[in-house]
Antibody
């Protein structure tokens, strides 16, 4: 059972980046999925959630209108399209699986680092 | 928005000691509360859900309690891997918001 994020990097303010989270060892299409971020030296902040078939999404106010969460169940992949990036979006971005029984986040990826700087 | 407040921010303890961490919600979250542990350089991992149920593979030295607005995580005998940062998270207004506390860091005395 594994989640592996990719796509992080250095981007200028106002730029865009797309993060991916590849799932293996799980029936990906059965689970709601989340993105959580952690700024350097700071705590965890929930970013976005998508339901199992991709028809319902929600966002934290801080990213609403700039970030788009989506998924490709055929490819077992979760995506986060990030536009109009700001310095305050600099963070490690984790994908996480929401447990169907507990609703807590029971599996996490190792994270991918996004740095927004000129 | 529900605000989660953890205390203390940092706790200095010795291996083998018993420790209790606190988490308070700005409004009732029933028992929709989880605890996570994050060791340096690693992703968080689930310890407790439903305020008091240990996640799969979590040893019995970890116990959670509380309901409503006040919650605690107790570690009965600290092991080396327990020196980490602990976060509480509410998911009471599922499927809308999933607020984390700011974390409590356990450091070696």
């Amino acid at each position: 059972v594994q989640l592996v994020e990719s796509g992080g990097g250095l981007v200028q303010p106002g730029g865009s980046l797309r993060l991916s989270c590849a799932a293996s060892g799980i029936t990906f299409s059965s689970y709601w999925m989340h993105w959580v971020r952690q700024a350097p030296g700071k705590g965890l902040v929930w970013v976005s959630r998508i339901n199992s078939d991709g028809t319902n999404t929600i966002y934290a106010d801080s990213v609403k209108g700039r970030f788009t969460i989506s998924r490709d169940n055929a490819k077992n992949t979760l995506l986060l399209q990030m536009n109009s990036l700001r310095a305050e979006d600099t963070a490690i971005y984790y994908c996480a699986r929401e447990s169907t029984s507990s609703l807590a986040f029971d599996i996490w990826g190792q994270g991918t680092t996004v740095t927004v700087s000129s | 928005e529900i605000v989660m407040t953890q205390s203390p921010a940092t706790l200095s303890v010795s291996p083998g000691e018993r420790v209790t961490l606190s988490c308070r919600a700005s409004q009732s979250v029933s028992i929709n509360l989880a605890w996570y542990r994050q060791t340096p350089g690693q992703a968080p991992s689930l310890l407790i859900y439903g305020a008091s149920t240990r996640a799969t593979g979590i040893p019995p030295r970890f116990s959670g309690s509380g309901s409503g607005t006040d919650f605690t995580l107790t570690i009965s005998s600290l092991q080396s891997e327990d020196f980490a940062v602990y976060y509480c998270q509410q998911y009471n207004n599922w499927p809308s918001m999933f607020t984390f506390g700011q974390g409590t860091k356990l450091e070696i005395k």
